[in-house]
């Protein structure tokens, strides 16, 4: 056997052994997180799509839809206890986030989803809830006004994807991968030692300039993105974006229901310019509301968000 032959067998057994040591460790990591940050709600199953949710407090309804990457700890963190003295307020985890999970071979397409929260909603026996989406879920709660405006009382928008973004924000170009085999292959081997890495300087980058809390990874959630299968859906959110959101844009001239938008004029993730002040100009009635402060307003704007969104709730509830 030649020497070349043999360096290259040594190579390969060495490539074996750390893509093993990467899935084991993987694995393990997930396991740990799990433990360590359990389900905190109740399930649903909705067309193959086990769906995640908390229900909490009484009176007009409010739903609310995270965003990329995200879980309902975005909203369970600091802003739910806030509202369930006067609302009936039900956070949910995205099919595929959290601990939701999607369909065998489901897409992760806007309108897709859309469907399943509309379906949520109605199984729910929701009467036009005041529908609340944080970026990307933004993006998914105009989507179910277009298509289920039965299912939506109001919108309540916070710093929303509204149109398409030429480039990606930094924290999320690890997710840009079109391959779905790739992208199982990433989530099960560098996806998490990266996250375990790069985390805390991600986390300050969505925050920015506002801090993160410091118990954010475990209170308000941030540890499950840890998991291969949370990279695997963020990362298939991420790229199904550009199937629906093109068409959306427009048709939003004819969602009937009152739409508020809230944005912090420092977002370095989703620019209210481009995104909310592009809005109003497409729909008048809208109510756009610019506050200093960054992406993350469910959290660091805990007070101010919530004060805002009972507003839009009230207005809801007796129109």
């Known amino acids: 056997m030649s020497s070349l032959l043999i360096a290259l067998l040594v190579l390969l057994v060495l490539v074996v052994l750390v893509v093993a040591g990467l899935i084991v460790f993987t694995a393990m990591t997930a396991r740990a997180v799990e433990k360590a940050l359990p389900r905190r709600g109740i399930f649903v199953e909705i067309d193959g799509n086990r769906i995640h949710y908390v ?3 009484d009176g007009p309804a409010i739903v609310m839809i995270h965003g990329l990457g995200g879980q309902m700890g975005n909203f369970t963190h600091s802003l739910l206890d806030l509202l369930t003295g006067e609302f009936r307020v039900i956070v949910i985890d995205r099919p595929g986030a959290g601990y939701s999970t999607r369909a065998p071979g489901a897409s992760a ?7 399943v929260l509309a379906k949520f909603i109605r199984s729910m026996g929701l009467k036009r809830p005041l529908l609340v989406g944080h970026s990307l879920g933004g993006a998914i709660a105009l989507s179910i006004a277009l298509d289920h405006p039965e299912c939506v009382g109001g919108l309540a928008l916070i710093a929303p994807l509204t149109h398409v973004a030429k480039t990606v924000p930094a924290p999320f170009g690890i997710l840009a991968i079109g391959s779905k085999t790739l992208r199982r292959l990433v989530a099960w081997t560098v996806a998490t030692p990266a996250g375990i890495l790069r985390g805390k300087e991600a986390l300050a980058t969505v925050f920015r300039p506002d801090a993160p809390p410091a118990d954010f990874a475990t209170k308000g959630g ?7 299968r949370s990279f695997f859906a963020a990362s298939s959110d991420m ?9 959306m844009i427009d048709r939003y001239a004819s969602i009937t229901a009152p739409i508020s938008m809230l944005f912090g004029t420092d977002d370095g993730i989703v620019d209210y310019r481009k995104h909310g002040v592009a809005m109003k100009e497409r729909i008048a009635t809208l109510n756009l509301e610019l506050i200093p402060g960054g992406h993350m307003l469910p959290v660091s704007a805990a007070k101010k968000t919530a004060e805002w969104l009972a507003v839009a709730a009230r207005r809801r509830a007796i129109s």
């Open 55 to 57: 229900d909490k407090g």
């Open 239 to 247: 790229m199904a974006v550009g199937e629906d959101l093109p068409g």
């Open 109 to 115: 397409r806007l309108k897709v989803q859309g469907d």
């Open 222 to 228: 941030g540890l499950l993105s840890l998991r291969p």
